[in-house]
């Protein structure tokens, strides 16, 4: 936790406009967590920096993002408020993302994994490259890559199935 704070320090010392923070939480016990997550939106709160938080933990993300842009294999897939990523998110991926994501630790609930293995970065093919593990896939997922689309205000995605 001293170390992610004095990380931290460093990066500020030059009052940085925006800052880009990269699992700044990972291997913390969850009240170092919860320190170091208070720390950073106090900073940014008083400094108005902008800030970007790359974290592989949706549910720390949506507490203290308002925005989150979801990838899978380094392209974004959806773009959306927080809120509405949880309540009414579109791409497969995202819907799966948001579905493992326990809603309370007293109950027990199965979580679904995503059927097959992601893809191998150094082999790059046509298409969308989630679709060998999409359950809505179809022959257009695998020919080119879905553009993105806008579907309501500051909401985001690159799927071909958005209406299904």
Known sequence: GMRQRVLIAIALALDPDLLVADEPTTALDLTV??????????IQRRSGMAMIYITHN???????????AVMYAGVIVEIARAEELFRAALHPYSRALVSSVPQSHWQKQRVEAI??????????????????RCPRQTAVCWQSMPL???VRDHHMVRCFHVDG
């Open 115 to 132: 059927p097959g293995q992601p893809p191998d970065p150094l082999e790059q093919k046509p298409g969308c490259p989630f679709a060998p």
């Open 58 to 68: 949706l549910a720390v993300a949506a507490s203290i993002s308002d925005r989150i």
């Open 33 to 42: 967590q919860g320190q170091i997550l208070w720390l950073l939106e106090d």
């Open 148 to 150: 993105p689309i806008v």
